[in-house]
């Protein structure tokens, strides 16, 4: 293979491209927009995982800090130590250099970040959308604490924004008819701005993940239910093993294996997130809604362990951005 074509522009599609471009591949990128998100919380993992694919040990060290977390899912609010980095999508885009051409020509392999893909559908492993909303932030003390909270109806998550502003999720019901059951997010914002389009948040997995020319990456493969917080770090991991399995393929290894390890690796992953989404709507609450979801979160769960079992073990690991062989890699 010589020219590796890469669909989209988000953070999984950047990471790919740096990395084969530094394996020495030419990479081809076909942009493939979506109506950006407002402001991403980076996770301080996250902005490890980033600055290691990107070698750029200060990446956003200028922007606004997160220092905790205020969570009453359950029982009183309690307030955990989180470290994150506040940014819009479009400053994450234009921090993240793009190394590829324009895409000219036949290309012998495709990673696709955004949808639609060659084959297949995407699994939803529950029934719940999300709308998001500006507020403006009574306590000055929110500009530095992202709260969580889960009400009868659903759950809320307020993240801080500009000065004086932060953004609202809610998810299960309209903003307002949550606001409504709330007693530790209400009281701090004020001014509720224009709803936006409900969107999925209920996690998703599409298969197959791969073709013998392609695979999916990022979004387009996968989606995290945004109570785990851990979507933007999945992602770059899903770029660092796409951009691995790649490489590998283009040096003479395994086509197939390779393949079916990365595919192997994504469904572990999302077995793993939809484990830990039940834990937490098992907590949040005890109506019908919460059992609902609690319901399909376990029937993901066992689903993708029952594809794991039809699968062969893993013959490889990730040694720092390239892949070997299980047993010569420990």
């Known amino acids: 293979m010589t020219t590796i074509a890469i669909r989209g522009s988000g953070i999984a599609a950047r990471g790919c491209a740096y990395l084969l471009g530094s394996a020495g591949l030419r990479v081809a990128i076909e942009e493939v927009r979506r109506p950006s998100v407002p ?27 997160v220092k905790r977390r205020v969570v009453a899912w359950g029982g009183p609010p309690v307030v955990v130590p989180h470290g994150a980095a506040l940014a819009s999508e479009e400053a994450v885009q234009a921090a993240l250099p793009a190394v590829a051409d324009s895409v000219v020509g036949p290309t012998d392999f495709t990673v696709h970040t955004a949808s639609p893909l060659p084959l297949g559908e995407m699994r939803f492993f529950g029934e719940r959308d999300a709308v998001a909303a500006k507020v403006k932030l009574r306590d000055p003390a929110c500009a530095e604490e992202a709260r969580i909270e889960a009400v009868a109806d659903g759950w809320l998550y307020l993240v801080p924004a500009e000065a004086g502003e932060g953004w609202l999720l809610g998810v299960g019901g309209s903003i307002d008819a949550l606001l409504g059951q709330s007693a530790l997010i209400a009281p701090v914002v004020d001014g509720v701005g224009t709803a936006s389009t409900p969107f999925l948040a209920a ?3 599409h298969l197959p993940l791969h073709g013998t020319d392609w695979l999916a990456c990022g979004t387009a493969a996968l989606g995290f239910d945004p109570i785990c917080g851990d979507g933007i770090a999945q992602s770059v991991r899903e770029a660092i093993l796409a951009a691995a399995v790649v490489t590998a393929i283009t040096e003479g290894g395994d086509r197939a294996a390779l393949l079916t390890h990365y595919q192997s690796m994504l469904i572990a992953a999302m077995r793993r997130h939809l484990l830990l989404c039940a834990q937490f709507y098992a907590n949040g609450g005890q109506g019908d809604w919460w059992r609902a979801q609690q319901d399909a979160l376990m029937a993901g769960h066992h689903w993708c362990t029952g594809l794991l079992a039809k699968l062969p073990e893993p013959r490889f690991r990730l040694d720092g951005f390239r892949l070997a062989p299980r047993q010569a890699a420990a």
């Open 39 to 65: 402001t991403i919380m980076l996770s301080d993992p996250a902005l490890s995982l980033i600055r290691g694919v990107f070698d750029r040990p200060d990446l956003f060290s200028d922007r606004p800090r």
């Open 203 to 205: 996690p998703r997995l």
